[in-house]
């Protein structure tokens, strides 16, 4: 077995480092942390794709709950509660009549979009 070694050695001397038994240790640890080990490369990868992605989301329902929260100061205010009313459930007082003015463009992009379905 050694003297197959050395005369691969002679025909290839750049295979030399194969029998360094510290560099053969160092080949073993690599190979078994990328790819053996519970925490190994490709497990770091995933996990850290994943913390990025919960970042992103956690940015974004911070934003959105901002904009709900200004939303909900705005409602406080009985003046903005009763335009939101009215635009938004076409609320009324007593004395007053609601007109909705439907445009025939609008008609028509609505039948359009029934007969896709």
Known sequence: MIKKFQKLLQKFPFLSFLGNKYYLTLVAFIIWMLFFDNYSYFEHRFLNEQIDELNDNKKYYKSEIAKDSIKIKNLKNDNMTEKYA??????????????????????TKDSLLEAKK
Do not use: L
């Open 86 to 107: 009215r635009e938004k459930y076409f609320m009324k007082k007593d004395s007053e009549d609601i007109y909705i003015i439907e445009f025939e463009e609008d008609k």
